[in-house]
């Protein structure tokens, strides 16, 4: 089954140790993920939005009813780089899946 890349941009504030998502919004898809992360990393039409969303999520998702996640990939924004750079899935967020469709 073919698969679609998904890039949702999250801000995201922290509360007892936990990231606590405030608001998020998928801003494309691709259908590939060389694509995707180009995307990301370049911060390609500006979708951290001059620091509205500090983390993104690129998910794997195949067609279907209640679609599933094969891939996750977090990125936080870097104030020094002025990038998204990769990271680990945050505290909190471990079971949490379907961002961008959910």
């Not at 620091?51 to 279907?64: A, F, Q």
């Not at 679609?67 to 750079?85: G, L, T």
């Amino acid at each position: 089954m073919k698969s679609i890349f998904l890039i949702t941009t999250v801000h995201a504030g922290w509360r007892y140790g936990v990231l606590n998502i405030e608001r998020r919004r998928c801003v494309g898809w691709f259908p590939n993920i060389t694509r995707a992360k180009t995307v990301v990393t370049r911060n390609e039409g500006d979708i951290h939005e001059n620091g509205h969303y500090d983390h993104c999520i690129i998910e794997e998702i195949v067609s279907g009813l209640y679609p599933h996640v094969n891939i996750e990939h977090w990125y936080k924004w870097d104030n020094e780089e002025k990038q998204y750079v990769l990271t680990s899935k945050p505290k909190g967020m471990e079971k949490v899946v379907n961002f961008g469709i959910g």
